[in-house]
């Protein structure tokens, strides 16, 4: 396991904040209320480990396979449903959506392979991920991959929790199945937008990997 490199600031700030409660902690603090002393000691260590975990990149053996579409990122399956996309296709698409828990990795890979053909930021809410108008009206950034005659429009969606979205991809950029497309810190929501008529692999509540789990195969 790796850390991830957006999360040098964030882990560089809480082990000085980890440090500072911790040592006035053991100053003003464990001489008259050890028991006290300890359970900050013990919480401040949790904490600080749970915000590492944030940025954590386990190994794990990538799925590459033309045909398919690889699940972009880790968490659970919430939907899949067809709707109508106002933003690049104007018209009906299958949505799949991927939920993403603080608890799981938080970065984001390309689902197929191609050249990236759209690509848009847009500020919004921080209406929690599950909420049905989250797609729409939420801070977001929006990616459009194009492999033949194959495009998928990806959506990293920000929530109540996640404020920072980072995407590392550009117009024109020839992009690599499984590799990083972006991160989403301290988690949310990615979008799938698929052709209508996509075959999906995935059933709605299934927990799902990024990078691994084949979430839809493309027809010839």
């Not at 980890?18 to 401040?44: D, E, K, Q, R, W």
């Not at 990122?73 to 933003?87: L, N, P, Q, R, T």
């Not at 959506?97 to 919004?124: C, D, W």
């Not at 797609?135 to 929006?142: D, H, I, K, L």
Request: glycine letters at 8%; hydrophobic letters at 45%; proline letters at 3%.
């Amino acid at each position: 396991m790796t850390i991830h490199k957006e999360g040098y600031k964030s882990i560089g700030i809480a082990a000085l904040i980890f440090g500072l409660i911790n040592i006035g902690s053991f100053i003003f603090i464990s001489g008259n209320y050890p028991v006290t002393a300890a359970i900050i000691f013990s919480a401040s260590v949790i904490l600080f480990l749970f915000i590492v975990s944030f940025f954590r990149i386990p190994k794990r053996l990538l799925t590459v396979h033309e045909k398919q579409i690889i699940c972009p990122a880790d968490g659970k399956v919430v939907v899949i449903e067809e709707v109508v996309d106002e933003e690049y296709f104007k018209d009906k698409r299958l949505q799949v959506s991927v939920f993403m828990s603080p608890a799981n990795v938080h970065v984001n890979r390309n689902p197929l392979s191609g050249e990236v053909v759209y690509s848009q930021y847009h500020k919004g809410k921080y209406l929690v991920a599950w909420h049905p108008k989250s797609s729409t009206e939420n801070e977001r950034y929006s990616v459009v991959i194009k492999n033949g005659g194959t495009e998928v429009l990806v959506k990293q969606i920000a929530g109540a929790l996640a404020k920072r979205i980072v995407n590392y991809l550009k117009v024109g950029q020839q992009v690599v199945q499984g590799e990083e497309l972006g991160f989403i810190k301290f988690g949310s929501r990615v979008d799938l937008l698929l052709p209508v008529g996509t075959e999906v692999n995935v059933k709605l509540n299934e927990v799902v990997k990024g990078g691994v789990t084949v979430l839809a195969t493309i027809k010839d």
